[in-house]
C-alpha cells in the first residue's frame, strides 16, 4: 500500500470537508445548530492531517528496518527518521524533484524506492556516484582505482543466532563506518536480475565491477555477503530516492540504540 497517496486523499477529502463547513455549511445552518456528525469530525482532523502530511512530505519520515542487510550500522527493528530535504524538494506522491539541494554523498546512508519495485523502500549506503567506476572484486572495494581499506575490528557477535562475523572498518567520503565480510561465502554474485544499464556491469568468478550511469547511484548493505543490492538488482535512479537517515529513534529490544548512527 502507498502509505503517501492513502495520506494524500485523505488530506484532500477532509480538506474538501473543511473548505464546505467553512464557507458554505455554516451560513445555511440554523444558529446554535451542529454540524452533521460526518462534516464536524471530517473538519476537525483536516488541521492533523495536514500537519502530519507536510512534515512527511518535506522533512523527516519514519522507517522500521524490516532485513539485516546494513547490520551492524542498523539492526532488524530499528525505527529511524530520514532526512526528506537534504537530496532535494519532491513534489509527494509522485516525487518529482521541483528544487535542488544537495546530492547524495558516498557513505550516506540512503532510503529509496527499490527499482525493480518501487512500492517497496530499501535502505542502502551510497558506494558510487554517477560517473563512477565501482569495482567489488574477492571482497575488496575499489572506487575509480584506490583501494577503500578495511581495518579490522572486533568480530561481531550477532545476539539473535549467537554467532560471529568478521568485521572491519570502512571509510567511504568523510562517513566511518562498520562493514561485516564472512570469510567463507563465495565472491562471486550468484543471482543478478535485468535491469537498466545492465551492459554498465560485468560479473566474473570474483565479483563485479560496474561504472554507474549519470543520474544513478550504486548502494551497497554494511553486511555485504547477506545484502540485495546494487550488484544484484542494478543502479537507484535519481528519482527513486526518498532521504537520508539519520537518527534511530526507537528499538523495542535496545533502548540503548536510541541516536545518531554512522
Avoid at 502509505?3 to 484532500?12: I, P
Avoid at 454540524?35 to 502530519?52: D, N, R, T
Avoid at 562475523?165 to 567511504?172: D, G, M
Avoid at 542494478?234 to 554512522?262: L, T, Y
Wanted: charged share 20%.
Amino acid at each position: 500500500m502507498n502509505f503517501a497517496l492513502v495520506l494524500f486523499l485523505l488530506l484532500v477529502a477532509t480538506g474538501v470537508l473543511w473548505l464546505i463547513d467553512r464557507f458554505i455549511a455554516r451560513k445555511r445552518r440554523a444558529p446554535g445548530s451542529p454540524p452533521p456528525w460526518w462534516v464536524e469530525y471530517g473538519a476537525s482532523f483536516f488541521p492533523v492531517i495536514l500537519i502530519v502530511f507536510a512534515l512527511r512530505s518535506f522533512l523527516v519520515e519514519p522507517f522500521k528496518i524490516p532485513s539485516g542487510s546494513m547490520i551492524p550500522t542498523l539492526l532488524v527493528g530499528d525505527f529511524i527518521l530520514v532526512n526528506k530535504w537534504v537530496y532535494g524538494i519532491r513534489v509527494p506522491v509522485i516525487n518529482k524533484k521541483i528544487i535542488d539541494v544537495e546530492e547524495p554523498k558516498r557513505g550516506d546512508v540512503m532510503v529509496f524506492r527499490y527499482p525493480a519495485d518501487p512500492s517497496l523502500d530499501y535502505i542502502k549506503r551510497v558506494v558510487g556516484l554517477p560517473g563512477d567506476k565501482v569495482e567489488y572484486l574477492n571482497k575488496r572495494l575499489r572506487i575509480n582505482g584506490q583501494v577503500v581499506e578495511l581495518v579490522p575490528q572486533p568480530d561481531y557477535l550477532h545476539p539473535d543466532r549467537l554467532y560471529y562475523s568478521p568485521r572491519f572498518a570502512e571509510k567511504l567520503g568523510d562517513a566511518n563506518h562498520s562493514v561485516l565480510i564472512e570469510r567463507d561465502t563465495p565472491a562471486f554474485v550468484p543471482h543478478v536480475l535485468d535491469f537498466p544499464y545492465r551492459e554498465n556491469c560485468t560479473y566474473t568468478t570474483a565479483g563485479v565491477t560496474c561504472t554507474v550511469p549519470e543520474g544513478h547511484y550504486f548502494v551497497m548493505g554494511d553486511n555485504r555477503d547477506a545484502s540485495s543490492d546494487s550488484r544484484v538488482w542494478g543502479f537507484v535512479p535519481d528519482e527513486n530516492i526518498v532521504g537520508r537517515a539519520f537518527f534511530i529513534w526507537f528499538n523495542f529490544s535496545d533502548m540503548k540504540r536510541i541516536g545518531g548512527f554512522h
